[in-house]
């Protein structure tokens, strides 16, 4: 049975029956095989056509769905030989699935950590891996950390890109453990081996009340399903999907709520995401700054290859003419390259006032290539940020830059809800539904600017 095939009936039987148990397992074993093609398809099919629409509707009842399934996939009962992670889940007392489930449903309950905060030397924040969460959800557990645990380092654990958004912060150290979105499930699995290594490593030697990990539903733990430590009277794990019910509230907020709930005198009334740039990235967007005698409006119309978000090029044409008409300088992010490149570089073409890369000429229009922290510190310069639903949204939020966000493509409306940026400024958020118009959304727009 092909790898779609198997997804439908994982979709279509009673989670937990013997037929959903051998559809979900024949899965696994197709993802985790030694033929590169099919474990690639079978794995973006468990991504794909499961997990991330479980994941992007925000209903409770999905979340189930994903911890049945996931839990089924992981450990030795029904798993293949190849799976990387079934002897270590066996000796740490997870030999089934059902020991898996049954540790995630109970640590979806928030449980305060009572250790005394003048104790705690290290707190630890896993990455969500994409970069936007990192921002909006980690961020904000950073800067909980900080704020109640005045003696700890806080270690960011997670990949360099993410870890850029708090390099300016002396008191976060960041602990490296890669993830590969892209990557075959074996890959994906290995990187839990490789995280709980390097954290093992750096709380060694620290009293059991010294530290503190908390996971933001991080894709390093399969959204919690792995175990960090050998025990989790150290680990607290923050359900984002189930967490807030059916409310309306975005995950910064939520994200700030639960750490109230679970850290010791907090007061969780104003956290909210920060970002700390390194002062190189910070000293670019001055210098733009101060070159610049017109009001700026940093733009970044990149979608994290989710294409559903983006609207036409017409749309994205006219979007800029709109800025330029308004009296604003345009800096204009080239994106993560190839597509996106390619895309920002034909609405230069376009552009009908004057155009040029970054730092070599004043112009209507300068463009930005190179990380998307470094494009922070433009922004960061800026009187305000357009752009759809991003990783840079979140940034320019975190960075106190007033965000004007056009959000298409969204899975559900609670989707757009929780994922509307926030942060020391204000948000526009301007929903492009299946049947708005584009006239309708650039004349939100010009509204949003015009304030």
Not at 47 to 58: I, R
Not at 95 to 119: E, I, S, Y
Not at 123 to 144: Q, Y
Not at 419 to 426: H, I, K, N, R, S
Request: charged share 25%.
């Amino acid at each position: 049975m092909s790898p779609s095939a198997l997804a439908a009936r994982v979709l279509s039987q009673t989670p937990g029956s013997e037929s959903w148990r051998k559809a979900a397992q024949a899965l696994a074993r197709a993802a985790l095989s030694a033929d590169a093609g099919a474990a690639a398809d079978a794995t973006r099919c468990i991504f794909a056509e499961l997990v991330e629409p479980w994941c992007d509707s925000f209903e409770p009842q999905a979340c189930d769905r994903y911890l049945e399934f996931m839990a089924e996939c992981l450990p030795a009962e029904g798993a293949p030989a190849v799976n990387p992670v079934a002897g270590a889940l066996r000796a740490m007392g997870f030999a089934t699935a059902d020991k898996l489930r049954a540790r995630a449903r109970r640590l979806r309950r928030p449980q305060p950590v009572n250790f005394p905060a003048d104790r705690v030397e290290k707190a630890l924040v896993l990455s969500r891996v994409t970069l936007g969460a990192d921002i909006a959800i980690a961020g904000v557990m950073i800067e909980a950390a900080k704020a109640a645990y005045p003696r700890a380092v806080i270690e960011f654990v997670g990949g360099e890109k993410s870890a850029a958004f708090f390099a300016g912060s002396p008191r976060v150290h960041w602990l490296p453990v890669p993830y590969a979105r892209g990557a075959p499930l074996a890959d994906r699995l290995n990187v839990w081996l490789e995280m709980r290594r390097a954290v093992a490593q750096t709380v060694g030697g620290l009293d059991r009340d010294a530290y503190v990990v908390l996971d933001p539903d991080s894709r390093l733990t399969q959204l919690g399903l792995l175990p960090v430590l050998d025990g989790d009277a150290n680990y607290r794990f923050f359900e984002s999907r189930s967490y807030g019910g059916r409310g309306g509230e975005p995950l910064g907020r939520l994200a700030a709520r639960w750490c109230g709930e679970i850290l010791p005198d907090l007061d969780a009334g104003g956290l909210q995401p920060r970002a700390a740039l390194s002062r190189s990235d910070m000293q670019r967007g001055r210098k733009l700054r101060e070159a610049s005698p017109k009001p700026l409006a940093a733009v970044s119309l990149g979608v994290g290859e989710r294409e559903a978000k983006r609207l036409s090029a017409a749309f994205e044409d006219r979007l800029l003419e709109m800025l330029r008409r308004a009296g604003y300088g345009i800096l204009l992010d080239f994106g993560a390259g190839g597509a996106e490149a390619a895309r920002a570089e034909e609405r230069v073409r376009r552009f009908k006032g004057s155009t040029a890369s970054f730092g070599h000429a004043a112009a209507d229009l300068v463009t930005w290539r190179g990380s998307l922290s470094a494009f922070g510190g433009g922004i960061a310069a800026c009187d305000c940020y357009l752009g759809y639903d991003s990783a840079a949204a979140h940034l320019a939020a975190a960075l106190g830059t007033p965000v004007i966000e056009v959000f298409a493509g969204a899975a559900s409306a609670r989707m757009r809800q929780r994922w509307t940026p926030t942060g020391p400024a204000g948000v526009t958020l301007i929903p492009a539904e299946a049947d708005t118009s584009e006239e309708d959304v650039l004349a939100a727009v010009e509204r949003a600017i015009a304030r």
